[in-house]
């Protein structure tokens, strides 16, 4: 038996469409790896991503392709370019093409609950990565994600001892209402009511962006001279908050949430200070392995939390951002 791979990208649809076809020389009794439907027709799974800009999506949709191509099934991949109305229409796109399973890294709240409803409605399980809809609004075959209230909490934590247990800080939100921002604010929030010393001067959303992050915080550190450190609920934000505070010449304690090369090397750099990887190219691996089991009629575990390493100046030398991200990062 020989497989080989087809990955095609239609750049007009933001499409990307992983095929694994196989030839087989005899018979096979043994109805071929998981990916099938028995006869002979790879499984179909539809996978809708918030974005294909941040590293971490890129890096989830790299492990998406990669298990594809491995379990032999047929991927459908749209990126939904940051739009919550877009996705929601691409998620009943891919529910009108008649897939097996979706995975679904929505872009808010919002687009959660209506692409997860829909996926409801037309009896297909859904393997949420990364977000899902707050409260009881539709039903997942599994979640997948990293523990971000536990994830921040000790982040910030560890930030706190670094500062003496005293001092203003400033918090750079994501998207306001996201899984993540939700879960990121609660578990820094933990560590302020543990370290009574600490004040938050300022907060700000600048979802998940650089750019953003960076203008957020020139405002902070002018409004705030006393300010010594800023928490990024993203490695985006809190490397644009170490930027503005490198150019307004102010020596602050800057950290953030992902695990992104960039960050690494700002950490070896001296310019930031810690972050929590996330691993989402594992992530991406594990959620296809789990939509062919949801579309076999197997059940999965409620969630599948991901855990997350502490990066820092003193372990930075030892950490290699491909066992996050991947071999393509």
Not at 9 to 38: E, I, K, P
Not at 281 to 301: F, K, S, T
Request: aromatic letters at 4%.
């Amino acid at each position: 038996m020989r497989r080989s791979t087809r990955i095609t990208r239609a750049a007009v649809t933001t499409a990307v469409v992983a095929t694994l076809a196989t030839a087989c020389g005899g018979g096979d009794s043994g109805g071929g790896g998981g990916g099938g439907d028995g006869g002979g027709e790879p499984l179909r799974i539809g996978v809708s991503i918030a974005d294909q800009k941040s590293l971490f999506y890129i890096a989830e949709a790299d492990g998406i392709e990669a298990a594809a191509a491995e379990e032999g099934v047929e991927i459908i991949l749209l990126s939904a370019d940051n739009n919550s109305t877009q996705q929601v229409n691409q998620v009943n796109n891919l529910i009108t093409q008649g897939v097996d399973a979706l995975i679904f890294t929505a872009q808010d709240a919002t687009a959660a609950a209506a692409g997860v409803r829909a996926a409801n409605q037309a009896d297909i399980p859904v393997i949420a990565v990364d977000q899902k809809p707050e409260g009881d609004e539709g039903e997942l075959a599994t979640y997948i994600a990293t523990d971000s209230v536990k994830a921040a909490e000790d982040l910030c934590t560890w930030m706190f001892e670094q500062m003496g247990g005293t001092g203003q800080i400033g918090i750079l939100r994501g998207v306001l209402g996201s899984t993540a921002e939700l879960q990121r604010s609660e578990g820094c929030q933990n560590a302020i009511d543990a370290n009574p010393g600490i004040e938050v001067v300022a907060e700000q959303a600048a979802n998940w962006d650089e750019t953003e992050g960076y203008n957020a915080a020139q405002n902070m550190l002018q409004a705030n001279p006393q300010m010594s450190a800023i928490f990024g609920e993203s490695d985006a934000m809190a490397l644009g908050a170490a930027k503005a505070a490198q150019d307004a010449g102010r020596d602050i304690f800057s950290v953030g949430i992902d695990g992104f090369p960039t960050m690494v090397q700002a950490i070896e750099d001296g310019l930031t200070d810690a972050t929590q990887a996330q691993v989402p190219y594992v992530m991406g691996q594990l959620a296809v392995r789990d939509a062919i089991a949801a579309a076999n009629g197997e059940e999965l575990p409620e969630l599948q939390y991901q855990d997350t390493v502490l990066v820092t100046q003193e372990n930075v030398s030892e950490v290699d951002p491909v066992q996050f991200y991947g071999p393509n990062v």
